[in-house]
């Protein structure tokens, strides 16, 4: 018997022959590993073969939903996206704000499960148990503002819509999709993924309802998060995640100049607080279900047409990677390129760090202007908007870029390479682990690459003595997090904050199941060698747990000066050592035959 909130349906659609399926999950695919992150995992692992080619038809797009959407909890309007990322080569999940969880839930599926290639541009359209393959050529070329805007007409104001931009038609490796314009599946190269699929867009409404197990449980959770919530009146709930400059730039985390150091000194420029005041419009966009509301939009001008004013939802990821990384302080020039990524269908992050990189190469003489077909300096944000453009387009210097900075680097050779901030081929979120003691073992060990999502050590200090100490720590934030992915709400309620006991108590009162919180510890655990498997499977070895070149060079400036990830490499290697063995994998990474007994995976590993 299906637990409570679960559909138990996973449902298959295969683009290039147009056929429709749905496979009944058993109830312990559930206990085991939950939903989201944790669900996905496990059908990626089982379903995708090795080796298959990321932008071919074979690859697999899997939309999950855990056990908490469409349910009455706090900050449950998420839902997660599991892929093999043309990036990296390895595995892929990206969380996602918007109502595509809720829908597809409502709907009757707890997952959906894409393959193959349509003939033609394709829209995917859902509702409860109808599926339809819609021509979407007339939409192809148009940016995913439009797009959504289209759809929203054409099928109503109710209904999820997440689409891609021209990048993803090109197959810019580090293209993204948007739900409702304003939520990313950033990391990676999901939208790449749906333009080799000639899948525009996926549009989703349902009908059904949604129980808990407990609906008291869960209500009693909800109203301590809100009372929790209301003495936090400043940061997110305030700006958004913008005000989170405030919080790196001292501790020498913000990005400055392509990684030269963690430290920015005309942040100021960049200030979302009087930004606001400005050009302030509003949280409308934020996530459904939630009290944070944290996506605030801001009034700037549209890149295409300057006489109209459109919203850019400028976060602190881009003001690091669009802003400080590239020695731009005008607010109104990041937020205009947030605007054009985010219609052109680009990650932020890697598109700030394919230019910080272009601009680096550029001064030390590895680029010159002829290549890139005009000047290209630090600080200038209008050369910076001409690279998103050719990013996007895949034109002239853009084409070398749209293959993200690492391959960018290997390309140019002469030690560009060494220029490019990165871990497994993803480039470095906006929190330099030259300031923060242990950051860089989150960064190496974590599945995806270079993500500031993967668990954080307790500590605020400079990496100037050993970090052995705090591996538990930033372990027990990882396992947190791989829980917050699965169930799936958002990571920012670590600032309300909702506790891991209280998300356990979240997935007990939803399931009706009887999770304690060493339960959850071997569920991360279990997650967390599940991705493990499919990576080594991939060919990643401990040769790819590795931090950059940049970050092993000191800081030149700024409150962390002469600081490097780590005191030095016998401690970075300790510190990895120490990773594997608390997993319970042997010293390359690899799990044992122990860990995959007592974790129930030994079917799974040998399948």
């Known amino acids: 018997m299906i637990h409570h909130c679960y559909n138990g349906k996973l449902l298959s659609v295969n683009l290039s022959s147009e056929e429709v399926d749905e496979e009944r999950l058993p109830p312990d695919a559930f206990e085991k590993f939950i939903g989201g992150k944790g669900l996905g995992a496990y059908l990626l692992y089982r379903d995708l073969e090795a080796s298959v080619d990321p932008l071919g038809p074979d690859n697999i797009l899997l939309l999950m939903t855990g056990p908490l959407q469409g349910l009455n909890g706090p900050s449950v309007g998420r839902w997660s996206l599991i892929t093999k990322s043309p990036l990296t080569g390895f595995f892929l999940d990206s969380h996602c704000g918007g109502p595509l969880g809720r829908e597809l839930k409502r709907a009757g599926y707890d997952g959906l499960r894409i393959v193959g290639r349509a003939k033609k541009p394709t829209a995917l359209v859902i509702n409860d148990d109808s599926i339809q393959f819609e021509p979407a050529s007339s939409l192809w070329g148009k940016g995913i503002v439009s797009v959504t805007h289209s759809l929203h007409e054409t099928y109503g104001k109710d209904v999820a819509v997440y689409a891609i931009g021209p990048a993803g038609e090109k197959k810019v ?120 509301r944290c996506t605030h939009a801001y009034a700037t001008p549209n890149p295409d047409n300057p006489a109209e004013e459109v919203e850019s939802t400028v976060e602190y990821e881009t003001l690091g990677l669009l802003g400080g990384n590239l020695d731009i302080d005008d607010f109104q020039a990041v937020a205009k390129m947030n605007y054009l990524c985010d219609d052109l269908g680009l990650d932020t992050i890697s598109a700030g760090s394919a230019i910080g990189f272009a601009m680096e190469a550029v001064e030390r003489g590895l680029l010159n202007e002829e290549r890139v077909g005009f000047p290209l300096r630090f600080g200038d944000s209008e050369a910076a908007t001409r690279l998103i453009r050719s990013i996007a387009a895949r034109e002239g210097i853009g084409e070398l870029l749209s293959k993200g900075a690492r391959n960018a680097g290997l390309s140019i050779g002469r030690g560009a390479e060494n220029l490019v901030a990165h871990v497994k081929g993803l480039d470095s979120a906006a929190w330099d682990p030259r300031g923060r003691r242990g950051m860089g073992l989150s960064y190496a060990t974590a599945e995806v690459g270079a993500s500031h999502l993967r668990g954080w050590p307790a500590t605020t200090d400079p990496p100037d003595t050993s970090a052995l100490p705090l591996v538990d720590s930033m372990i027990r934030s990882r396992d947190d997090k791989i829980l917050s992915d699965s169930l799936v709400v958002c990571h920012f309620t670590y600032r309300l904050p909702l506790s891991l006991s209280q998300k356990v108590r979240l997935l007990n009162a939803a399931t009706g199941l009887s999770y304690d919180e060493a339960a959850i510890l071997t569920f991360a655990k279990r997650v967390d060698t599940v991705t493990r498997m499919f990576n080594i499977r991939e060919g990643a070895t401990r040769s790819d747990d590795v931090l950059p070149a940049k970050f092993w060079q000191p800081q030149k400036s700024g409150p962390r000066v002469g600081m490097r990830a780590f005191v030095d490499e016998a401690d970075f290697e300790a510190c990895i050592d120490k990773y594997y063995e608390t997993r319970g994998w042997d010293k390359q990474g690899g799990p044992t035959e122990s860990t995959l007994k007592s974790l129930g995976l030994e079917g799974l590993a040998r399948a």
């Open 173 to 292: 490796l580090f293209a993204t999709a948007s739900c409702e314009i304003a939520h990313q599946t950033g990391r990676g190269g999901a939208g790449a993924i749906m333009g080799s699929k000639s899948l525009k867009a996926i549009v989703i409404s349902g009908s059904g309802k949604i129980e808990a197990a407990d609906p008291d449980g869960l209500r009693e959770v909800s109203k301590e998060t809100v009372a929790t919530w209301a003495k936090h009146a400043t940061g997110f709930k305030d700006r958004g995640t913008g005000f989170l400059i405030e919080v790196a730039n001292p501790l020498g985390q913000y990005p400055f100049r392509n990684w030269e150091s963690g430290y920015y000194s005309k942040a100021s420029g960049l200030d979302v607080y009087p930004a606001y005041e400005k050009y302030g419009r509003g949280n409308h966009q934020s996530c459904p279900h939630c009290i944070m």
